[in-house]
């Protein structure tokens, strides 16, 4: 069973840094796409960046990047998130997903439970 | 950069049949996938490739497209139906994936 397993919810001051996970299991984690979206209270989907953990190709939406790093660590099957300097409207739920096998077009078929990130003094 | 319209909210009447649709330039050409989310919960991906539904997800969610649009169609909707939902294409032109801005389906 393929399952997505995000780190647990934070809270954070403006300026602090941060770094969440999602543990893949179940599938060849290295063969597929694994990525990040972003929801802010009451909002839509916002798709922040992709990872290939065969190769680290990572790709990043323009909306964030510069403002946050993915990476991965294949030997643990572990996809991560972070940022080095949070701001409050970093509040968000993230979530991790699923992409495509090696086509970095297919659709995010598997969903993590989601982190819920709040920052504020 | 490309954007993905849908209309804000749809209602349709128990048993009835929704249409929740998604515009864009030449979406016609381009590849959609739609994803269902219920309060609380992460989304679910409903169609992929178009017109492809993933294995537990009912016959009653078929999608469709034209040049200008793609559609959602959830036919005999229930009340477990109620959700956000939302379509999604990947952009060639500037290589990342968009979202479109969700529509909240609710069953009178």
């Known amino acids: 069973e393929v399952q997505l397993v995000q780190s647990g919810a934070e809270v954070k001051k403006p300026g602090e840094s941060l770094k969440i996970s999602c543990k893949g299991s179940?599938?060849?984690?290295?063969?597929?796409?694994i990525g990040w979206v972003r929801q802010m209270p009451g909002k839509g989907l916002e798709w922040m960046g992709v990872i290939y953990p065969g190769d680290s190709d990572t790709r990043y939406s323009p909306s964030f990047q510069g403002q946050v790093t993915i990476s991965a660590g294949k030997s643990i099957t572990t996809a991560y998130l972070q940022w080095r300097s949070l701001k409050a409207s970093d509040t968000a739920m993230y979530y991790c997903?699923?992409?495509?096998?090696?086509?970095?077009?297919?659709?995010?078929?598997?969903w993590g439970q989601g982190t819920l990130v709040t920052v504020s003094s | 950069s490309y954007v993905l319209t849908q209309p804000p909210s749809v209602s349709v009447a128990p048993g009835k049949t929704a249409n929740i649709i998604c515009g864009g330039n030449?979406?016609?050409?381009?590849?959609v996938h739609w994803y269902q989310q219920k309060p609380g919960q992460a989304p679910v991906l409903v169609v992929y490739?178009?017109?492809d539904r993933p294995s537990g997800i009912p016959e009653r969610f078929a999608g469709s497209k034209t040049g200008s649009t793609a559609t959602l169609t959830i036919s005999r909707v229930e009340a477990g139906d109620e959700a956000d939902y939302y379509c999604q294409v990947w952009d060639t032109s500037s290589d990342h994936w968009v979202f479109g801005g969700g529509t909240k389906l609710t069953v009178l």
């Open positions: 030449y979406i016609g050409s381009k590849i």
């Open positions: 179940g599938y060849t984690f290295t063969n597929h796409w």
């Open positions: 490739d178009d017109t």
């Open positions: 997903v699923r992409g495509g096998i090696a086509a970095l077009t297919g659709a995010f078929d598997f």
